[in-house]
């Protein structure tokens, strides 16, 4: 990995729809095997896990629930929500997340039941 790297949302290197919505992968597994950041903008999600990656959701704007496991929480920006790996989750409504992960999401690591 270089030194450092500076990217923004109009250079990021992929933008995916993910089980989670429209998602802006503005650091990846490719950077770095420590931690991703994404900007996800969720409106139906699908219930997911992910067995290796801890996430930290970051509420930047609009609302919406977050389903975890079997429990609802109502979202609004300036939330922060940490979702350990192995916890199901999905999220709908209508609001963009900053995702952290870590170690960083790999393709591999999202599972549905």
Known sequence: MAKYLVRNLENAP??????????????????????????THILDGVKHYHKRTNEVYY??????NLELEEETVEVKPGMT??????????????????????????????YTD
């Open 81 to 110: 929500i940490l979702i350990p790996a192995g916890l199901r989750h999905r999220g709908y409504g209508d609001f963009k997340t900053i995702v952290i992960g870590t170690p960083a999401q790999t393709p591999d690591d999202e």
């Open 14 to 39: 992929e933008v995916i729809h993910s089980l989670c919505g429209k998602s802006i992968r503005i650091i990846t597994h490719r950077d770095t095997p420590e931690i991703n950041i994404h900007v």
């Open 59 to 64: 509420i930047l704007e609009g609302t919406g």
